[in-house]
Every structure is written in C-alpha cells, then in structure tokens.
C-alpha cells in the first residue's frame, strides 16, 4: 500500500496528563481545530512545558501530510495517560487509542513526540496500529552560558514544583538527611559516619551497584534450582576463587615476612629501587613455597569439575 493510499493517523500522547491537569482539558482530542486550541491554552498555561511543541509539531506534520495525500486520509489526535503514569496511564492511553481508531480508522501512525516516554508508549500504539514513522521534537536551546544557566534554573524549578520530580530530588534526600540528623543528635552515629553511609548510597547508585547485587542474589537463589552437575561446578569455582585468594594472602605474608627476618630494617622503596628489585627471587621463592599447595589445590579442584561438567 503506497502512501497516498494510506489512512494516516499523526499522534501525540502525554503519558502524565500535563494538559489536563494545567488546562482542564480532557482527552482524546480528534482533528486540526481541536488540538490547536488545546495547544494554543496549554501554551498560555506553561509555556516551558514540553508536550506544547510536540503537539503544534504534530499540527504541522497534518499540514504536510493533508497536502500530499488529502484532509481525507489524515488526520490528528492528541491522547493522554494520568498522572500517576504507570498501568493506570496506559491503560488510560489504550482505552483512547481505540475510541480515536472507531472514529478514524487509521492504516499507520505518524508519532510525534518529545522523546521522553517512547520506550513506554510505543509499544501500546504499535499493538493497535503499525508506526509508519516517529518524529522526536527537541527544543533548540541557545550555546551561551547566560542560556545554559537559565535552561537549568528551569529544570531545577521542575523539580521544586513537579510531584513526580520532587520525590526524587527533595523527598529521598530530605528523609535521608532527617533521619541522620536524628541520629546524630541521639549520639548513635558521628558525623563521619553519616557521611560515610551517604556516599555509599551515592556510589550504590552511580555505578549501578544496587542492580548488580540484586543480579547477584538471583543468580544465588537460581543456583540451588539447577541440575546438579552444574550446582557443582558453580561451588567448585567458588572454592577455587576462595582457595585462590587465600594462597595469594599466604603468599604475600610469606614474602614480607621472610624479608624482615633476613632485613630487619629493609630501606625505603622510592630511594633504593635497586636493592629491592635485588631481592625479587628472594620474594618470589618465599611466595611460591607458601602458597603453591593452596593454590595448585584450587586450580586442580577447578579443572576436575569443568572436566565433570563437560563430559
């Protein structure tokens, strides 16, 4: 089917149901003269607020499809979720789509959005009808400093003012801080160690460490329901990284111990290189006396169960 055959529906949907709730204007919105005024008072309400381009972006893809393949198969439709967003709002979004589709049955979607909830919309379009073509819309921002400072006074004034945003910026920081302050005035933590718990967090959460050790734990728990030749492999390893690790320590206690008996009084590194690098074989030998049993254990342990696993 070309495109001058096609029945093309251009879309907007705000997932948390922005223009509702800054206009009191309810959804589904169904043609050219309908969505602009919508945009036209939401615009007047926020000025700031994304779903205004993505909506006179989608009027002005109408306009460039009426031309090429006529007002009769085009047409433009603004839907919306709740403000909750979750199930709720795509459930809210589906149930729109439909009406909008009983009304204008379309043959694809052209999908006009801000880029910010794609990943969650998408889906739920493409299940009713096939997106011919997505158009993200992205607010043009000005390089100068004066600019950029504005742009994230704005951004920081979002997260003052917006519920969904303020949680995350003021409400998890805000209950952390309270309840260390408690604390710290009960006497049952110091400030340091305050301080302490805070940074992890922060670093829990930077590097994605959070997921990961959830990631670890299900492994875990997904390990006792495997077959048993790979049950044993899994511990098998795991005794042979432990054994492995011991033998390393063993080793390196070994070697400094060793140096200190013979050198009471070894000198400083950074000024005699030398005489250190003089005494690797002494090192490596006290090492490897030490900590080749354990390790030569943990290798073999290794072998033997991948050699089981294998079989």
Known sequence: MTLERKRLLVLVVDRDDDLKRKTGISTPLLGYDQNLQAAQMLALSDPEEADVNAMFGALRVYKELAEKIGEENVQVATLAGAESEGLEADEKILHELEEVLKIFKADGIVFVSDGVTDEYVIPIIS????????????????????????????????????????????????????????????????????????????????????????????????????????????????????LLLAGLYIGYVSAINTLTTVYPNPPDPSLYTWWWIDKIPLLTGAFIISSIDIISVGILISIFSNTIYYL
């Not at 096939?130 to 994230?152: A, G």
């Not at 305050?194 to 994605?208: P, S, V």
């Open 127 to 242: 299940s009713r009808v096939p997106i011919i073509s997505v158009k993200r819309l992205v607010v043009r921002q000005s390089e100068s400093v004066e600019r950029t400072w504005l742009l994230l006074g704005r951004y920081l004034r979002l997260a003052f003012t917006e519920p969904r945003y303020a949680k995350i910026f003021l409400g998890v920081p805000g209950l952390i801080l309270t309840i260390s302050g408690v604390l710290y005035l009960l006497n049952i933590i110091s400030l340091p160690l305050i301080l302490t718990a805070i940074g992890l967090i922060l670093i829990f959460r930077g590097f994605n460490l959070d997921q990961k050790t959830i990631g670890v734990y299900k492994w875990f728990i997904n390990l006792f329901r495997m077959p048993p030749y790979r049950q044993l492999r899994a511990f098998a390893a795991f005794v042979s990284l432990i």
